[in-house]
């Protein structure tokens, strides 16, 4: 997982045809001017969910991870906590197995590190990376975009 502000986003291009194409859209485009919802970036080899939400209690956020698209997540406004362990953190537990359509699995763990996403902060997140975003940190709104890259 890459953690970092919206700033120095562009010093990860050269990962990846499509990472460089998500960053050079999340760089040129105003996504806090988005509409909520799906929108289409290139067909299904990138796309963005524009979110809106309050965060949610921990145990109301499940750790969840992806095999077929990488996450960028971009707080726009407000702040969340974002849980983070590795693949292999042994009080991983699966909660939900791979789902292939929604492309997510979701597990508990009771050894992570949480990071508190602020406006400008973003998240390149990896297979190996058990995430759970979406954690209250105050009653903000929490405005964000998820570009969602093929690998």
Do not use: W
């Not at 990962?15 to 859209?25: E, Q």
């Not at 095999?67 to 997540?73: A, I, M, V």
């Not at 702040?79 to 292939?100: C, H, M, R, V, W």
């Not at 902060?121 to 903000?140: C, K, M, T, Y």
Request: net charge negative; proline share 4%; aromatic share 8%.
């Amino acid at each position: 997982m890459i953690i970092g502000k919206i700033k120095d986003l562009k010093l990860y291009k050269g990962l990846g045809p499509n990472i460089d194409k998500a960053i050079d859209y999340a760089l040129s485009t105003d996504l806090l001017s988005l509409p909520v919802g799906k929108q289409d970036i290139d067909g299904k080899n990138i796309y963005i969910n524009r979110q809106s939400y309050t965060g949610k209690a921990p145990a109301d956020c499940a750790a969840e991870n992806h095999n077929d698209y990488l996450d960028l997540q971009i707080v726009l406004k407000g702040s969340e906590g974002f849980g983070y362990a590795d693949i292999g953190n042994a009080t991983l537990k699966a909660l939900e197995p791979y789902n292939p359509e929604k492309d997510v699995a979701k597990y508990t763990c009771t050894d992570e590190t949480t990071y508190i996403m602020t406006e400008g902060s973003f998240a390149l997140v990896f297979h190996e990376d058990i995430h759970r975003p979406q954690i209250r940190v105050n009653e903000e709104k929490v405005e964000k975009a998820v570009i969602k890259i093929k690998i």
